[in-house]
Nanobody, 122 residues
């Protein structure tokens, strides 16, 4: 069983930056693809980015060039650097894990964190 704990959310002005972290434990982190999703009130959970076990990355179009996903296998942690934040980026951000290959489909992930709130004020 893998445990995931997100941190780093908060309130930021539009145009600002935040870095989210997700610390994993319980399973061999380096073998897992890690992803970030977000869910705004009244909306479905949506894919943001993944990084697979070979560190290949893939992004949602609307965040490409603004967000960057990375991983530190020595620390069993995945990060999401978010720049040029917009009010539309406000949501609860979740990290998720599945073995080896990433996917943009939430149901294909086995493990989820509890989420961290991000608010971007205009």
């Amino acid at each position: 069983q893998m445990q995931l704990v997100e941190s780093g959310g908060g309130l930021v002005q539009a145009g600002g930056s935040l870095r989210l972290s997700c610390a994993a434990s319980g399973l061999p982190f380096s073998s897992y693809a890690m992803a970030w999703f977000r869910q705004a009130p009244g909306k479905e959970r949506e894919f943001i980015a993944f990084i697979n076990s070979a560190s290949v990355t893939y992004y949602r179009g609307s965040v490409k060039g603004r967000f960057a996903i990375s991983r530190d296998n020595a620390k069993s942690t995945v990060y999401l650097q978010m720049n040029s934040l917009e009010p539309e980026d406000a949501a609860v951000y979740y990290c998720a894990a599945r073995l080896r290959l990433g996917t943009a489909t939430p149901n294909e992930y086995n493990y989820w964190g509890q989420g961290t709130h991000v608010t971007a004020s205009s």
